[in-house]
């Protein structure tokens, strides 16, 4: 198994769904993030957790939240998806020493 | 906004080849990382040098790091073709609120 996975892979969903996207980690790590992906703009913090109940806003946060509900387990939440949150949504584990990656989920928003 | 700005934003060079991509800051940083990003998916950690190293090795990587500039270099030697993709500078700081700031990248393209 995949030492952090994200589901689900790709997902297609209509402008003002909700949708949540889950992140699972087997490392053990405390710390755990959310970035998106956009062509030409690199990766951007969402939100990230220091812990269970430390959870913190990152650059981008408005129109998404997130829930840690256990060390392992990390979920993004777009409350009312719009097309301009289409991008590529990772998650990562770890600390000062380097993270660890999902594989990403390709949201589109039509 | 991002930390890191890679430069070139494209580079192109012949198998055998040596690749190197440039990585600028504009804050104080406890260290600075190299990610890769495979198949356009996930990002994989390549290197990471630490504020007070000015150089690092691992295999074909070459890692410096000049904190009065606040750049950073990242050099493949004898590039392959499977070397071909995404490369992103990571700037690490914040001790206890430690988190990384990624750069937009440089895709790398090595031609057989």
């Known amino acids: 198994d995949a030492d952090v996975t994200q589901t689900p892979r790709n997902r297609i969903t209509k402008t003002g769904k909700r949708i949540m996207l889950e992140c699972s980690q087997t490392k053990g790590h405390d710390r755990m993030y959310w970035y998106r992906q956009d062509p030409g703009l690199g990766l951007r913090l969402i939100y990230y957790s220091f812990d269970v109940k430390d959870i913190n806003k990152g650059e981008i946060s408005d129109g998404y939240s997130v829930s840690r509900q256990a060390q392992a387990k990390f979920s993004l939440s777009l409350e009312s998806a719009i097309p301009n949150q289409t991008a590529l949504y990772f998650c990562?584990?770890?600390?000062?020493?380097?993270?660890?990656f999902g594989s990403g989920t390709r949201l589109t928003v039509v | 906004s991002q930390q890191g700005e890679e430069d070139p934003q494209a580079l192109s060079i012949q198998e055998g080849e040596n690749a190197t991509m440039n990585c600028s800051y504009k804050?104080?940083?406890?260290?600075l990382q190299w990610y890769r990003q495979n198949s356009g998916r996930g990002l994989v950690h390549l290197i990471l040098?630490?504020?007070?190293?000015r150089e690092k090795h691992s295999g074909r990587l070459r890692v410096t790091l000049d904190t009065s500039k606040k750049s950073s270099s990242l050099l493949i030697t004898a590039s392959r073709a499977a070397d071909t993709t995404s490369y992103f500078c990571a700037t690490g700081s914040g001790g206890s609120n430690y988190k990384l700031t990624f750069g937009k990248g440089t895709l790398l393209t090595v031609n057989p």
């Open positions: 040098i630490r504020s007070n190293e």
């Open positions: 990562a584990v770890g600390g000062a020493y380097g993270y660890t």
């Open positions: 804050t104080s940083i406890n260290n």
